[in-house]
């Protein structure tokens, strides 16, 4: 009897694991795994998504390698690797730590403030950024006269020499808010009593940020890196309604480059889309593996 129970008991153990994995392995299965197969697939096919498909090998990540619009392109994206990662997480750590150490009357509005950009929509930003940056009547160039500089109707997302550097304030914008609440919630579990220690002995407010703040909250700081990092290679959508690549490619990405090759207007290839998909995997695999080689996951204690 006591036998028999315990096999009930565990059937049903059984039963209840198998109903709270299956559904969401299922769609992990069906929604990420399938596809990602199907694109190895398709990265040796010649196929436009129309006509018969035709299997050409390897010839696809011969053409990629070769082709000069993808190093281009792969080249702004470490033009924004360089920029975004490291301007987003010091300003959200340096306006995290002004709320969480300052005390400043109204916080509660400030977090609201800075946290506003994360609500709005990539579209929604990138459109009020066309519009701070249109020639004729952008906020900018009104802000620049104010100074005395007569810049005329100049475009910077229509110039080369200016447009790659003037798609990183929108990203950097967009993406602040997000990264401020997580190191505010982070920051608040550090006891005061270090903070009020280091003022003792006499310590900055910049020495408390980098000697007491940054290495208790180091964990955090290098998963926000690694999406960070992550997203700037993956992320175009941006770029896609601000300039689409333009002008002549002067701020084409990886990922625009791709699905423009699946989905523009000229000759649509989804096999050589899905080569450089499959390139563009395993770099951020590699980037994954330089994050945990150069950033150890060290917890601190206190």
């Known amino acids: 009897m006591h036998i028999s129970w315990r096999r009930k008991e565990k059937v049903q153990k059984l039963i209840f694991i198998l109903i709270a994995i299956v559904p969401a392995f299922g769609g ?3 929604f990420t795994l399938y596809p990602n197969l199907l694109s190895v697939y398709y990265s040796l096919l010649d196929w436009n998504g129309i006509s018969a498909k035709k299997f050409v090998g390897l010839d696809n990540f011969k053409y ?3 082709d000069n619009y993808v190093w281009r392109a792969l080249w702004h994206n470490l033009i924004y690797l360089l920029m975004i990662p490291p301007l987003v997480i010091l300003l959200s750590l340096f306006l995290a730590y002004l709320l969480t150490n300052k005390g400043y009357k109204g916080s509660s509005l400030f977090k ?4 506003f950009p994360n609500v709005l929509s990539t579209v929604a930003i990138s459109m009020l950024w066309a519009f701070i940056y249109d020639g ?3 906020l900018l160039n009104g802000a620049i006269r104010l100074i005395g500089i007569d810049i005329g109707n100049f475009y910077w997302l229509g ?4 447009a790659l550097a003037a798609t990183i304030p929108p ?4 993406m602040v808010g997000f990264y401020f609440v ?3 919630n982070a920051m608040s579990t550090i006891p005061k009593s270090l903070y ?3 003022t003792l002995e006499g310590a900055t407010h910049m020495n408390k940020l980098f000697k007491i703040t940054v290495p208790l909250i180091m964990p955090i700081v290098r998963v926000a890196a690694l999406f960070l990092m992550l997203g700037v290679f993956k992320g175009f959508e941006n770029i896609l309604i601000l300039t689409n690549g333009g002008p002549s490619g002067a701020t084409d990405v990886i990922g625009l480059y791709m699905f423009n090759t699946a989905f523009g207007s000229g000759v649509q290839n989804y096999g050589y889309a899905s080569a450089i998909g499959m390139f563009l995997f395993v770099i951020m695999v590699g980037a994954k593996l330089i994050i945990d080689r150069f950033a150890a996951n060290r917890s601190a204690e206190f």
């Open 28 to 30: 992990y299965v069906l």
């Open 64 to 66: 990629m390698f070769q």
């Open 171 to 174: 990203s950097v914008w967009g």
């Open 196 to 198: 009020e220690a280091a």
């Open 112 to 115: 609201v403030l800075f946290f």
């Open 136 to 138: 004729t009547f952008g």
């Open 159 to 162: 110039e080369k020499s200016t």
């Open 182 to 184: 997580i190191f505010l």
